[in-house]
């Protein structure tokens, strides 16, 4: 005869199991796509900063940004919010090429960092926001606390940075204050980083179909993406060397 406390036991155990087994399968695709995205994006910054046909449609030769240049930017981050708003009335497979889309097109509007910076301290930058990342990331996945309430002020900040970060780049023009908004943008986006890993792990739901699935792991890859993305151009401010 069967223990009923042991076959609930064991229930119990095995539903806990397929959930942790599930989870862990669902990060690993998150991350999966967002490193997939780093990749595209350094291959269409590399592309465009070494053809210089290419280049000049976008930059001019003192590192702006042209017209079609600015155009090229709005149209990116207007692709951004475009996924996130049309993500629940989208298909899955329509959401995985917009972000592949997105992704090529944020590599060439971010060339001009290939063009301005020295190689090693682009490569230097790289590894040291990869290693802080990762262990934010880690922290934010493992963590008990609840990051929520840390949302709001991160959010506040970020729309503070980018006041503060118009105003200097039309009308002050501040050393400093550059130095500062740099610093802040820093730990904005290390503290994002911690938030939204933790953010995506909750959104996993074991009864959710292929598709919600997906479409949840593309949109917390995008997340991430421009967590590392931000965090690394920040820090490009303090350890880069310019050509």
Do not use: C
């Not at 046909?53 to 709005?74: D, K, P, Q, V, Y």
């Amino acid at each position: 005869m069967v223990d009923q406390n042991q076959y609930y036991s064991n229930s119990r155990t095995q539903t806990a199991a397929e959930i942790d087994e599930g989870l862990r399968a669902y990060m690993l695709t998150v991350y999966n796509y967002m490193a997939s995205a780093l990749a595209l994006t350094g291959l269409a910054a590399y592309v465009t900063a070494n053809t210089p046909a290419l280049a000049s449609l976008f930059f001019t030769a003192e590192g702006g940004r042209t017209g079609l240049g600015m155009i090229l930017f709005i149209v990116t981050i207007g692709l951004s919010f475009g996924i996130s708003a049309g993500l629940n009335r989208m298909k899955a497979s329509t959401v995985q090429i917009l972000y592949w889309v997105f992704a090529v097109l944020f590599g060439v509007s971010l060339s001009y960092v290939l063009m301005i910076y020295t190689g090693v301290s682009i490569a230097r930058t790289f590894f040291i926001t990869a290693a802080a990342f990762g262990s934010l990331s880690i922290y934010g996945y493992t963590t008990k606390r609840n990051l929520a309430p840390l949302g709001t002020f991160l959010m506040m900040g970020l729309i503070g940075l980018l006041i503060s970060g118009l105003v200097n780049a039309f009308f002050l023009q501040s050393t400093m204050l550059h130095f500062v908004t740099s610093a802040v943008g820093v730990l904005i986006f290390a503290g994002f980083t911690a938030y939204d890993t933790q953010k995506i792990k909750l959104w996993y739901d074991i009864n959710d179909s292929h598709e919600v699935a997906k479409k949840k792991a593309i949109y917390g890859a995008l997340d991430l993406y421009l967590d590392f993305i931000l965090l690394f151009l920040h820090l490009l401010q303090f350890l880069g060397n310019r050509e």
